[in-house]
């Protein structure tokens, strides 16, 4: 099958890679880039285990072809920590027990970044509306929603 | 052998925890926070090939032929298989049942059963080829509903199956006709009769449920490799990696010392992942090509081809006297398990009616093949489907003789020293101190918010032992390593390594727990039935102990006194008493240091048939407000209690009520799998299946009992299983006292509820 040309930045750092048509940046992002901290549980969009930003944007990476992401900046769960420092919200994690198996921990760390960027200060209410897009099947959402929490206040410096 | 630590683990309820009860942060955590971790799908080996299976698009047919000529020939790729590339072992037996289940052989018996499969360069030549491969069938009649499977003219999946169990006078069942009934199982005790004649109310009444999935978010998969000389090496998510071992070793005539089973991070099991499926098809493979073949499902695989729980229909009645004492329990249960075989079905009748005292029980059971995906466990498998009646029944009960909820229920308590149908006789059990904790917590002395409904619901799980076999390592420098070949599903290595750590008497950060390969250790039994955390205390503690003698050995030695002369309390080794004579204080690390100059590697290995598991039990309280518009439940709050016997990491436990319920929670008002008319599933991908999301949901408040299991060293019982057992029936009990509309059959979704409440209205007139 014919493969593509694309370049494309993940986490800061520039990438060639050679793609199929029909590949989505998920492919693209744990096959050719081997960045396999992104994970696939259902290539439909409805598990949130891929998310990642495009351009600031959160996205499920199943749901984007290769293709189109030529050009694009692309953050994962590999660019959240710096170096040996751990963002807030996975410390909280690992603090308040916010995941289990860690499968969905990821997708859910990227969403969770992506919704206090945009909103620092969000209720329960809110971080459960705008994680629902983020299947856990471990935690029943409960310490994951507090871990959530803490670390927005924290981030908040409150 | 005789193990002093199965006889006496050394608990004491005085004895003070430094570790033990604290909430470390857990070792794998780290990882999995920054994308680190692997995974089965995350292991790359280079020269990978990329398998891919092709499965039935019928729910049961003959196979006639299967022309693999076309996908070969097609460039990149490297090999297929088919059934003739397995060992012939004869069906209707274990192994050559499990066989066809990884590939169909003869038959295909459910829709997205595997028939053939192909290893290629990448994944586009792979799916290619699959459909380069041409399968003649020869379509048969097929039957999903158990109950409809039960009957005289259901279409026959196995025509040498005859009833095993079967009894004259039961017309469900022959010995002499070809049947799909695998089982019956009888389990009762006293004289039903008689019982059912003291009642003042008797209650009858028939529930069915539907299968559901496991659920776990990381579909299955594995990479297979093989060795010029034969040995294979396999990475997969299990929940077994021993048992995935030596039935590999059954099914593909090869030595269990040249298979290598590697467990990976397990991206949830919950059961499921107790069965292997593509790992024997990517071994297959990659003999056939000498290069490591990675098989990854898609969710519709998962749905399709990985097994849900039992759908099932039970006939439950129940009598009691005006005080509540229940009088007698009868019960007729049919279990549906998919193609062959495996349901574990006779927990339910075991585990039904147990916590409450009863002395004339009679129950009935039918384990029914039929043409869907092979059941797998899933949390205290097939006990939640048969709770949800019997707790609906006690609820009724307690309302119609005007009784509270609990006190029913306290009124008929298991207590210590009680007798099973199952003819255990229990220990120190904790289901009153449950009761008790449910009664006085702050939801159940809450007034019930005007416009919802308020449910109670009990559970039990036995909990497990087992076969383990684990070594500890101490290093030069002190820390600790140990090594287990248990599955860590949600984070029992930290729980684990806490317990060493308190023995030991070290920082819980000096000890570190690795997940070993099936080469390294001896037999390790399935991580299920929550035995993991217990069984792992057990034989850990007891390496901890053997690695303290062996350090005092050494003190003994280094002081020049007799081994007597040494004790060990809160991680060092003294002098015994003041006539030993006066030396300076060793600990571990002291010790250890001296590893050379002493007598070399301080080690311990533990192998155990683990007894003493501690019976689990829990109540749960639920809120719910029903939108009779929309057909749509709501949880409002809700609250798990459960005896732990002693929570070793707190938010772990917590950690496992709350998804237990949540799990419960999509099981009771979702989660099926709906079929067509043509067998198919209709319902493989999450956006039709739904799970619960965290917008579904609120907080789940627990409330952990800590009654200690005496045959623990720190008395825990295990907590996996319990935690889904009353969810059902707890939102069924609720939506009952919301609406006066108690359901009797699951999921509880929004179109079915409807239909109930158009069917309740009518009634009403």
């Known amino acids: 099958m014919k493969k593509h040309h694309i370049t494309l930045t993940v986490n800061g750092d520039d990438y060639d890679a050679l793609v199929e048509p029909q590949q989505s940046l998920l492919d693209v992002l744990r096959d050719t880039l081997m960045l396999t901290g992104t994970k696939e549980g259902c290539a439909t969009g409805d598990c949130g285990a891929c998310s990642v930003t495009v351009d600031g944007v959160l996205q499920c990476a199943c749901l984007m072809l290769g293709v189109e992401a030529n050009g694009v900046l692309v953050e994962t769960i590999e660019g959240m920590a710096k170096g040996a420092d751990l963002h807030p919200l996975q410390k909280a994690f690992l603090v308040h027990n916010g995941l289990q198996c860690g499968i969905c921990t990821p997708g859910v760390l990227v969403a969770a970044k992506a919704l206090l960027e945009r909103n620092p200060d969000p209720t329960e209410i809110e971080v459960r509306y705008w994680l629902a897009g983020n299947l856990c099947r471990c935690t029943g959402y409960d310490k994951l929603i507090q871990s959530v929490l803490v670390a927005a206040k924290e981030m908040r410096g409150a | 052998m005789a193990h002093d630590i199965l006889e006496n683990s050394g608990f004491a309820a005085d004895r003070k925890l430094n570790i033990v009860g604290t909430n470390p942060i857990k070792h794998d955590g780290w990882d999995k926070v920054t994308g680190a971790a692997k995974f089965s799908s995350d292991v790359i080996l280079p020269g990978m090939l990329v398998g891919k299976i092709l499965r039935s698009p019928h729910a049961h047919a003959v196979i006639k032929s299967i022309d693999t000529s076309a996908a070969e020939k097609l460039a990149g790729v490297k090999a297929v298989v088919t059934g003739a590339d397995f060992p012939r072992i004869k069906e209707g037996t274990p192994y050559g049942d499990m066989t066809r289940m990884v590939m169909a052989q003869e038959k295909v018996y459910h829709e997205g059963h595997p028939v053939a499969a192909v290893a290629a360069t990448s994944e586009s030549i792979a799916k290619k080829a699959l459909k380069l491969i041409k399968v003649e069938y020869d379509v048969l009649p097929h039957v999903i509903d158990p109950v409809a499977a039960m009957q005289p003219d259901a279409p026959i999946l196995h025509s040498y199956m005859r009833t095993k169990g079967a009894k004259p006078g039961d017309p469900k069942v022959s010995a002499d006709r070809p049947s799909n009934v695998v089982e019956r199982y009888e389990l009762g005790v006293g004289d039903v009769e008689a019982g059912f004649a003291e009642a003042d109310v008797i209650i ?22 093989c060795s010029e000389e034969g040995e294979i090496e396999l990475w997969c998510c299990t929940q077994a990696p021993f048992v995935y071992r030596d039935r590999l070793s059954e099914i593909l005539k090869v030595d269990g010392s040249k298979i290598k089973v590697q467990q990976s991070e397990l991206g949830g099991g919950f059961g499921g992942k107790t069965a292997f499926y593509a790992e024997p098809v990517a071994i297959q493979l990659a003999r056939k090509t000498r290069r490591p073949v990675k098989i990854t499902f898609t969710r519709s695989e998962v749905f399709r081809g990985t097994g849900p729980v039992s759908g099932t229909q039970s006939r439950i009645k129940i009598g009691c006297k005006k005080d509540g004492t229940i009088t007698a329990a009868d019960a007729e249960l049919i279990f549906q398990t998919g193609p062959y075989s495996g349901s574990a079905f006779t927990n339910a009748p075991q585990a039904m009616f147990t916590r409450y005292d009863l002395k004339n029980v009679r129950t009935v059971s039918y384990e029914v093949v039929s043409n869907r995906p092979k059941v797998a466990s899933f949390r205290a498998p097939c006990v939640p489907q048969v709770v949800f009646g019997v707790e609906g029944i006690i609820s009724e009960l307690a309302n119609k003789i005007g009784m509270d909820q609990i006190d029913f229920r306290m009124k008929n308590a298991m207590a210590n020293g009680a007798r099973t149908i199952y003819a255990e006789t229990f220990g120190k059990i904790g289901f009153i101190e449950t009761l008790e904790a449910a009664k006085a917590c702050a939801h159940y002395r809450s007034p019930v918010p005007k416009g919802q409904g308020r449910g109670i619901s009990t559970g039990f799980w036995f909990n497990r032992g087992g076969e383990t076999s684990s070594t500890l390592n101490v290093a030069p420098d002190g820390s600790v390593t140990i090594t287990i070949g248990t599955a860590d599903v949600a984070g029992s290595r930290i729980s684990i390594s806490m317990m060493v750590a308190e023995e030991l008497g070290i920082p819980v ?92 590697a301080i080690a311990a290995r533990s192998d155990m048939n683990v007894t003493g598991a501690g019976p689990g039990f829990g109540c749960h309280i639920v809120d719910v407000a029903v939108d009779e518009e929309t057909g749509a439940v709501e949880i409002k709050r809700y609250t798990v209690v459960e005896d732990a016997g002693k929570a070793i990491h707190p938010l772990q436990v917590e950690g496992q009520f709350q998804g237990g319920a949540v799990q419960g929670i999509g099981w009771a008002l979702n989660e099926e799998y709906i079929f067509g008319e043509d067998g198919k599933m209709q319902n493989p991908g999450f956006l039709d299946y739904r799970m619960p999301v965290a917008s579904d949901v609120p907080n789940i408040d627990t409330i952990i009992v800590e009654v200690p299991n005496p045959r623990h060293p720190f008395g825990l019982r295990g907590v996996g299983e319990v935690p889904v057992v009353p969810t059902m029936a707890a939102i069924a009990n609720a939506i009952g006292d919301c609406i006066g509309l108690r359901p009797q059959s699951l999921p509880m979704s929004p179109p079915r509820m409807l239909q109930w409440i158009k069917e309740r209205d009518a009634a009403r007139g």
């Not at chain 2, 309390?569 to 003041?578: L, W």
Request: aromatic share 8%; charged share 25%.
């Open chain 2, 204 to 225: 009858e009444r028939t529930f069915d449920t539907k299968p559901m999935h496991q659920g776990y978010i990381e579909p299955q998969s594995c990479i297979a490799s």
């Open chain 2, 509 to 600: 950060d000096k000890v570190r727990a690795v997940l070993a390969d099936t080469h390294q250790l001896g037999f390790n039994r399935v991580t299920a039935g929550s035995r993991t955390t217990f069984s792992q205390g057990v034989v850990l503690v007891d390496c901890a102990r053997k690695v303290i003698k062996e350090m005092a050995e050494r003190a003994a030695r280094i002081w020049k006194v007799p081994e007597e002369g040494v004790e060990f309390a809160n991680g060092e080794f003294r002098p015994a008493g003041a006539n030993v004579g006066e030396f300076k204080p060793l600990t571990i690390a002291d010790i250890a240091k001296q590893t050379t100059s002493t007598e070399g």
